[in-house]
């Protein structure tokens, strides 16, 4: 989709701007504030119902509503693709509440609403990352009591998340946690940064970007301010590590990215290409190029982007 | 001995539940590694009286202090309850009756055992591996089942394994609610061995609750026999068993079925 052109806000949907009323979208603001003040906290806040169901990313839309401005440029990522049934659903949405101009260009984007993968090209510091967040608590599977979860926390009794690993190692010989992967924020709260694959936890580190994170269902915000240290939990004799893989991206040949494994056909033959369709792309407008280029089946996935 | 070493102080502890009084001014001291048996009939208050020194329970009355490693005497209930956690799974263990209520069974059997490790900051796998090793052998479980969940243990297993789970952390202090009951003979002859010989090595106070007399004269150096929430009777226990003064516990003496 290209840049929406932009007009000014003429309230002709019937909605408020952003869907959300002005109340709504301060209550919001302000448990926005407080994530942002005490980074990795899970913010309860008065989650309301929206019109698209729960764990198609309420919480981030939510998010999204209360933040977005006339001014901004949306992305909406779903498993870093700009085209699937979520991104696009939602790119929608606030293309018609808000009358915003959206984008799949990462680098033009100011707020970026993501489902399970951060994009690959690093972000800067006037951009903002929105999360769609479907179980917010790291301790739930451990401790299903909400009251003893939230004391874990406040008295940082975290040995309890390291058992979870510690059980990883015992019946698979290593850390095969790979999604929603615990992390540390600013050495204190351990949080769950929703089920991004943890080849993304290191680019949570120190980022430039603000980082929200929004549980529609839960009714909880939690955020990692710029520049805050982010750790993933380990062992000092199993250190964290991310994912790598054999080949390059079939399609531009990056070796750097979250690659997908495609299934090709019956026969066993697959594929491997970038998860972040934007980056994939970009770097194939650049002239790089992978194995799989030139090959017939891939072809009709070439096609279909660009009819998007 | 003087009164410095005392480790647990209890002091007029009451508790009640409305009109039920289920722990009745109850006062004694406890020493370091020294085993105090609670008998009585079932309601007497023996498993509120447990909780309450556990600080599962909080007593409408009365003082309950204990003196750290470090010498330092403070009252649980004064203490803020990190502190009272902290404690609780480190200097303290709780076996409870029902191993199914201290174990995590979706956890294998060496997470359980390592669990209290993490918790005070343990980070090495091999280490913490190391130590759940050494604990299933010392409780005489089969190395082989280290990675198994204990749901798929028997009884007697998971109150070993659970046992396991609360000694590893070296604690000064351990409550038992009858940790015997509901296994059959056989198998609790095994673990009251076990018991005996794991708490005379660690050096180990356990305050142990228990209706069946001849655990309390395995175990415990000291009794108290409760009835209706209230002390009756306290002493050695060979002094209570054999020359009981109390009315109750000359009948709960006499009730002993002989074979």
Excluded at chain 1, 65 to 71: L, T, V
Excluded at chain 2, 91 to 112: E, S
Excluded at chain 2, 174 to 194: I, K, Y
Aim: overall charge negative.
């Amino acid at each position: 989709m290209s840049a929406r052109k932009r007009e000014a806000w003429d309230g002709e949907t019937g909605y408020n701007f952003a869907y959300l009323d002005e109340q709504t979208k301060r209550m919001i603001r302000r448990c926005i504030l407080k994530a942002v003040a005490v980074p990795g906290y899970q913010v309860p806040f008065g989650s309301r119902e929206m019109p698209l169901p729960y764990g198609w990313g309420t919480g981030g839309i939510q998010v999204t509503a209360s933040i977005i401005g006339r001014d901004d440029i949306l992305k909406v990522i779903d498993q870093g693709s700009d085209d699937t049934t979520n991104a696009v659903s939602i790119r929608a949405f606030f293309a018609k509440t808000a009358n915003v101009a959206t984008t799949e260009e990462t680098s033009k984007a100011s707020v970026i609403q993501t489902r399970h993968r951060i994009p690959e090209q690093k972000l800067r510091a006037d951009q903002i990352l929105v999360y769609q967040v479907p179980n917010p608590e790291p301790l739930r599977f451990l401790e299903p009591r909400e009251t003893e979860c939230r004391k874990v926390h406040a008295y940082s009794e975290y040995g309890v998340m390291q058992v979870k690993l510690y059980e990883d190692i015992a019946r698979f010989g290593r850390i095969t946690t790979a999604y929603a992967y615990p992390v540390r924020v600013n050495d204190r709260y351990i949080m769950d940064p929703s089920p991004i694959p943890k080849f993304d936890n290191p680019k949570m580190d120190n980022s430039s970007a603000l980082q929200l994170f929004g549980a529609g269902r839960e009714k909880r915000l939690y955020a990692i301010p710029p520049y805050t240290k982010v750790d993933s939990l380990d062992f000092e004799d199993h250190p964290f590590d991310i994912e790598t893989w054999d080949e390059p991206c079939g399609l531009c040949g990056a070796t750097d990215s979250f690659l997908d494994e495609i299934i090709l056909d019956d026969q066993g033959s697959r594929m491997f290409a970038c998860s972040d369709s934007n980056f994939c792309g970009e770097r194939r407008a650049e002239g790089h190029t992978g194995p799989m280029t030139n090959d017939p089946a891939t072809r009709i996935e070439e096609g279909a982007s660009k009819n998007v | 001995m003087s009164d410095d070493d005392v480790l647990l102080h209890v002091e007029h502890v009451s508790k009640y539940f409305g009109q039920i009084r289920a722990c009745d001014d109850v006062s004694f001291d406890l020493w370091p590694g020294e085993v105090l048996g609670i008998v009585g009939e079932s309601g007497s208050g023996k498993t509120t009286l447990l909780n309450c020194l556990a600080a599962r329970l909080v007593p409408d009355s009365g003082l309950i202090s204990y003196t750290n490693r470090h010498g330092e005497v403070s009252d649980i209930f004064a203490m803020s309850e990190p502190e009272r956690r902290m404690l609780a799974r480190t200097d303290w263990g709780f076996v409870h009756q029902n191993p199914r209520d201290g174990l995590r069974l979706d956890i294998t059997a060496g997470g359980n055992i390592g669990e209290r490790l993490m918790m005070v900051g343990e980070r090495h796998y091999g280490n913490i591996r190391h130590e759940a090793e050494t604990w299933m052998n010392r409780v005489e479980l089969e190395l082989g089942r280290i990675d198994s969940p204990p749901r798929t243990f028997s009884g007697g297993m998971q109150q070993r394994l659970q046992i396991a789970r609360n000694l590893v952390s070296g604690p000064r202090l351990v409550f038992m609610d009858e940790p015997t009951g509901g296994l059959d003979v056989s198998v609790q002859a095994r673990l009251l061995d076990l018991l005996r010989e794991l708490v005379r090595e660690l050096q180990v106070a356990v305050v142990i609750v228990t209706h069946d007399l001849a655990v309390a004269r395995l175990l415990s150096d000291r009794l108290m026999v409760m009835r209706h929430g209230a002390v009756v009777e306290s002493g050695l226990t060979d002094q209570v068993l054999d020359d009981p003064q109390h009315a109750y516990s000359q009948l709960l003496v006499s009730s002993i079925l002989q074979v």
